[in-house]
T-cell receptor, first 115, second 110 residues
């Protein structure tokens, strides 16, 4: 079955450490996105990538970094510069092709907790 | 700034009744809107979408209405079932990016 896999499902980080969240898709989608969700709030865009080897900052990129070396992979690193990293992180992908192909698919998320 | 938002954070519905979830948006340039359902600990699931050149779209037990005059979006769920209990988000698309509202938590009473 095609889909998006996020790992791990739960992640604990000590203050001052960098951690990397994995996002892999086998949907052959061109675009990939990372969102952050805090309790009782909607999703906020961290970074997105429309094609391989290219990515753009979203609304809350500070303290995060990404790479897009392969079409199917879009890992997110939460750096020690992110002051409040505890949240639920969601990865999404979208088939390209312009306005008629929105087709967003979401992963099941990674819950990051700073201990 | 412009954003998408929902009118009410919570909605309690009797099983079998119809549910109406509302959303107000302010970005008149948005050309596409999506409703998502999110269950606890999971990612959002697509429910239904609508383009800005449409007023109404129906799916299985769900209907989305778009009123561009007042920038209002609603999701109607017919014959609400216990499995419909979740958080519902409206989202708008602008420049291929999704912007989400805060969500409405729907609780179905037996």
């Amino acid at each position: 079955d095609g889909g998006i896999t996020q790992s791990p499902k739960y992640l604990f980080r000590k203050e001052g450490q960098n951690v990397t969240l994995s996002c892999e898709q086998n949907l052959n989608h061109d675009a990939m996105y990372w969102y952050r969700q805090d309790p009782g709030q909607g999703l906020r865009l961290i970074y997105y990538s429309q094609i391989v080897n290219d990515f753009q900052k979203g609304d809350i990129a500070e303290g995060y970094s990404v790479s897009r070396e392969k079409k199917e992979s879009f890992p997110l690193t939460v750096t020690s510069a992110q002051k409040n990293p505890t949240a639920f992180y969601l990865c999404a992908s979208r088939r390209g092709g312009g306005l008629t192909n929105y087709g967003y698919t979401f992963g099941s998320g990674t819950r990051l907790t700073v201990v | 700034g412009e954003s998408v938002g929902l009118h009410l954070p919570t909605l309690s519905v009797q099983e079998g009744d119809n549910s109406i979830i509302n959303c107000a948006y302010s970005n008149s340039a948005s050309d596409y809107f999506i409703w998502y359902k999110q269950e606890s600990g999971k990612g959002p699931q697509f429910i239904i979408d609508i383009r800005s050149n449409m007023d109404k779209r129906q799916g299985q037990r769900v209907t989305v209405l778009l009123n561009k005059t007042v920038k209002h979006l609603s999701l109607q769920i017919a014959a609400t079932q216990p499995g419909d209990s979740a958080v519902y988000f409206c989202a708008e698309i602008n420049d291929y990016k999704l912007s989400f509202g805060a969500g409405t938590t729907v609780t179905v009473r037996a």
